[in-house]
């Protein structure tokens, strides 16, 4: 296969003004490639905008590879695993999947990562955009109660016969976990991704999150041959 040169796109870290997010569009794929040069004009850059230090998307181990010989180093390390979309389970009816709204996700995302791993508007707004096609949606205890967990799913149609599409986000309010939620939502992501014509489903989680692990391997998710990483470096030596 062919190297794939990524696009780059800056912006803010969420909650945190002195970290540039650099997204690294297509950075997960296990040939994407840079060069220093281009590294290092990109620390130039998120210098010259007044940022203290620069943190990536997930990116693939050669792509770290590379960003690791120009200073950056590893902060985080996600386990990446896929499931067939075929023969799934009855997607669960006794609570049904509705929508939410951009400021119910962020709410409840904050409350289940809290810190520098939760997002905030802009962020979701960049997963969404992520893909050509995403869906967006929640569960509740009832209809007339707050919205405990949400689920981002998406896809981006393409020419090749296997067809992956992704479980971009998920996140359960504390006080609703460990009551089914996530497997529902996951679930119902599935059974939607599916019917668009989907044949796998892909989702990264943190390698130690022994949960989330065992919650997509109860729905058949399996690990890739290789992690992504997240790596950070600040903008001077």
């Known amino acids: 296969m062919e190297p794939r040169p990524v696009a780059p796109l800056f912006g803010n870290w969420p909650y945190d003004p002195t970290t540039a997010l650099l997204t690294l569009r297509s950075g997960h794929h296990p040939e994407a490639t840079i060069t220093r040069d281009v590294v290092n004009m990109w620390l130039g850059t998120a ?116 067809q992956y599409g992704y479980i971009q986000r998920l996140a359960v309010h504390p006080s609703a976990q460990r009551s089914g939620y996530g497997r529902k939502l996951v679930l119902d992501a599935m059974h939607w991704l599916g019917s668009r014509g989907m044949q796998h489903a892909l989702v990264n989680t943190d390698s130690t999150n022994a949960a989330a692990l065992s919650l997509y391997g109860s729905l058949g998710f399996t690990p890739m041959s290789y992690s992504l990483y997240v790596l950070e470096r600040a903008c001077t030596d």
């Open 47 to 162: 210098q010259h905008g007044g940022f203290a230090r620069v943190r990536t998307n997930a990116v693939s181990p050669q792509l770290a590879g590379i960003l690791a010989t120009v200073g950056f180093s590893v902060k985080q390390e996600l386990s990446l695993l896929t499931a067939p979309l075929q023969n799934l389970p009855c997607s669960p009816h006794k609570v049904s999947a509705r929508r939410v709204t951009a400021a119910e996700a962020v709410r409840i995302d904050c409350a289940a990562f809290h810190g520098e791993w939760a997002i905030d508007p802009p962020a979701l707004l960049a997963a969404k955009q992520a893909t050509q096609f995403h869906r967006l949606r929640g569960l509740a205890p009832s209809r007339l109660r707050r919205t405990s967990g949400y689920c981002l799913s998406g896809y981006t149609p393409g020419s090749a016969a296997l």
